[in-house]
């Protein structure tokens, strides 16, 4: 499976953060807020349901 952890590094998330850069301010501010699971997890049913994310 491509998005398996090898020794920590996730190939597949690599190349989609690396040429995506709200991706990459996400992550930040979530790194940065201390986002906890449970907000992460509001998060991926939120962007998982019907309502299509706008690009």
Do not use: C
Not at 2 to 21: F, M, V, W
Not at 26 to 47: G, H, K, V, Y
């Amino acid at each position: 499976m491509a998005g398996k952890s090898r020794n920590n590094h996730y190939p597949d998330l690599a190349e989609y953060i690396g040429k995506t850069e709200i991706v990459q301010e996400a992550l930040r501010r979530a790194r940065d807020l201390n986002i906890s699971i449970s907000q992460w997890q509001n998060f991926i049913d939120e962007i998982s349901g019907t309502k299509k994310i706008q690009e």
